[in-house]
């Protein structure tokens, strides 16, 4: 299975972006799917967790409220809709599988060492 990260760009504080995941090699409707960040001299921080077969969202307290994950098992892509974006929104976005393959997240979901098949990620840069 791999995943492609991709839709990230420079926007203005206050705009808002659209990421894709784009899963390939697997049914995406299989997989818990986490979106994780990681900004310049910091470390990866979980963004949110999505369980698969409606199983539910977890999202970071610094993003609840804006940004929202959904996802599409017909073309096997998972979104992260980002508005009202910060200027500490900056960073490397990767979305990854649990590490087990696991269908669901885990009640405490933000380890990055959980996950695997991070890609290369998309940037975004959120400034004025």
């Known amino acids: 299975v791999q995943l492609q990260a991709s839709g990230g760009g420079l926007v203005q504080p206050g705009g808002s972006l659209r990421l894709s995941c784009a899963v390939s090699g697997g049914t995406l409707n299989y997989f818990a799917i986490g979106w994780f960040r990681q900004a310049p001299g910091k470390e990866r921080e979980g963004v949110s967790c999505?369980?698969?077969?409606?199983?539910?969202?977890y999202y970071a307290d610094s993003v609840k409220g804006r940004f929202t994950v959904s996802r599409d098992n017909v073309t096997n892509t998972v979104y992260l809709e980002m508005n009202n974006l910060k200027p500490e929104d900056t960073a490397v976005y990767y979305c990854?599988?649990?590490?087990?393959?696991?269908?669901?997240?885990?009640?405490?979901?933000?380890?990055?060492?959980?996950?695997?098949?991070w890609g290369q990620g998309t940037l975004v840069t959120v400034s004025s």
């Open positions: 999505s369980s698969a077969m409606d199983g539910g969202t």
């Open positions: 990854v599988t649990r590490a087990n393959w696991s269908s669901r997240c885990k009640t405490k979901w933000t380890l990055a060492a959980d996950f695997s098949n």
